[in-house]
């Protein structure tokens, strides 16, 4: 059982845009930046998100992250075949004392 | 380029040890906190352990603490995690990750090195 909830599974059609949440509390997400992640298969995990919205250098701005109270969300628009993916949360959790992760979305382009 | 090469993974029985190695180049290693994370066959990612710049704070997740030793040789810019008392759930790949401080996120992954517990 993930600290983090995220959805399963999310999907779109080329062009459209997609939408994964984060639900935490208030010792992670509450209290501490959201930072999001890209798995593609056989792969190490890429930093897409960090400090709930800032990019890093390289990522594309149709990606974009959001923070409300112990909620976040990474929005992907004009969905493309090479987004299809697993995409990870974390926050760091003051009670724990650790970085947690949300359990993972997998993200299907139809 | 900044990279992260990790290595020691392997099988192992269970109650047996093992010694990662995590080798950094292309940054001021001493400068940043660094992290362990590992991801069991087909599940999501765990964070394992979280050592700062100059060792004088760490911390564990809870289903290592008490088996697992994180450490580090700045001098070599490496970064090392021993564990003990090894389990079949203790079976991931397993990361290491550049913290990039203040709980902004871990910015840069290395590929993973695979360890298998089994008998």
């Avoid at chain 2, 759930?89 to 298998?116: N, S």
């Amino acid at each position: 059982q993930s600290v983090l909830t995220q959805p399963p599974s999310a999907s779109g059609t080329p062009g459209q845009r997609v939408s994964i949440s984060c639900s935490g509390s208030s010792s992670n997400i509450g209290d501490n930046y959201v930072y999001w992640y890209q798995q593609l298969p056989g792969t190490a995990p890429k930093l897409l998100i960090y400090k709930n919205n800032q990019r890093p250098s390289g990522v594309p701005d149709r990606l974009s992250g959001s923070k409300s109270g112990t909620s976040a969300s990474l929005a992907i628009s004009g969905l493309r075949s090479e987004d299809e993916a697993d995409y990870y949360c974390a926050a760091w959790d003051d009670s724990l004392g650790g970085h947690v992760f949300g359990g993972g979305t997998k993200v299907t382009v139809l | 380029e900044v990279q992260l090469m990790e290595s020691g993974g392997g099988l192992v029985r269970p109650g047996g040890s093992l010694r990662l190695s995590c080798a950094a180049s292309g940054f001021s290693f001493s400068s940043y906190d660094m992290n362990w994370v590992r991801q069991a066959p087909g599940k999501g990612l765990e964070w394992v352990s979280l050592i700062s710049s100059s060792s004088d704070y760490i911390y564990y997740g809870d289903s290592v603490k008490g088996r697992f030793t994180i450490s580090r040789d700045n001098a070599k810019n490496s970064l090392f995690l021993q564990m003990n008392s090894l389990r079949a759930e203790d079976t991931a790949i397993y990361y290491c990750a550049r913290d990039l401080g203040k709980h902004y996120a871990m910015d840069v992954w290395g590929q993973g090195t695979t360890v298998t517990v089994s008998s």
